[in-house]
T-cell receptor, first 115, second 111 residues
Framework: EAGVTQFPSHSVIEKGQTVTLRCDPI?????LYWYRRVMGKEIKFLLH????????ESGMPNNRFLAERTGGTYSTLKVQPAELEDSGVYFC?????????????FGPGTRLTVL | KQEVTQIPAALSVPEGENLVLNCSFT??????LQWFRQDPGKGLTSLLL?????REQTSGRLNASLDKSSGRSTLYIAASQPGDSATYLC??????????FGKGITLSVRP
């Protein structure tokens, strides 16, 4: 069974540019999560999809961030326009079913650097 | 608001030592707790998941315990090896399935 995959692994962009991160969850996992770690801080929740619906987006920092999961498969997280403070590692995770009791499996992360 | 604390931030031990990593959380209303391992530049590998109704879980040389009422979990690593060197993260699953993470403990096992 393939794990959670993320693309790209690294991205370096200039302030004001747009970047789109992609996450492919484990096949069959209804739940998809985005998390972020900025330098020196703990990993923090951004949002949660159940299939194609946003279940909880309380962690999204502002309206420069847009997450989609069309068709309930892969997800994209777009940052537009990027700011310096958006630099960090963006993790995607997935879990099966609709239960909060299920284990979350994480991808390798995308390291975003905004110059 | 849930807060997760892992102390100390870093730990260095000689090979072969048994060790305990601690995790504390402020809100005992959790569904479960996960321990993760992260190697430098890599993603998170789930080590153990303890449901709120459980007291402990074991996998190989790892044993995790949970005392929900006191807001504590420990990860016990038996007979540590240099390959165990990594950052260990504790995360609690509370309302709405979102994980709240500690900052992690960076473990170095000296040969």
């Amino acid at each position: 069974e393939a794990g959670v995959t993320q693309f790209p692994s690294h991205s370096v962009i200039e302030k004001g540019q747009t970047v789109t991160l992609r996450c492919d969850p484990i096949s069959g996992h209804d739940n998809l999560y985005w998390y972020r770690r900025v330098m020196g801080k703990e990993i923090k929740f951004l949002l949660h999809f159940v299939k194609e619906s946003k279940q909880d987006e309380s962690g999204m920092p502002n309206n420069r961030f847009l997450a989609e999961r069309t068709g309930g498969t892969y997800s994209t997280l777009k940052v537009q326009p990027a700011e310096l403070e958006d630099s960090g590692v963006y993790f995607c995770a997935s879990s099966r079913g609709r239960s909060s009791y299920n284990e979350q499996f994480f991808g390798p992360g995308t390291r975003l650097t905004v110059l | 608001k849930q807060e997760v604390t892992q102390i100390p931030a870093a730990l260095s031990v000689p090979e072969g030592e048994n060790l305990v990593l601690n995790c504390s959380f402020t809100d005992s209303a959790i569904y479960n707790l996960q321990w993760f391992r992260q190697d430098p530049g890599k993603g998170l590998t789930s080590l153990l998941l303890i449901q709120s109704s459980q007291r402990e879980q074991t996998s190989g040389r790892l044993n995790a315990s949970l005392d929900k009422s006191s807001g504590r979990s420990t990860l016990y690593i038996a007979a540590s090896q240099p390959g165990d060197s990594a950052t260990y993260l504790c995360a609690v699953n509370g309302a709405n399935s979102k994980l709240t993470f500690g900052k992690g403990i960076t473990l170095s096992v000296r040969p």
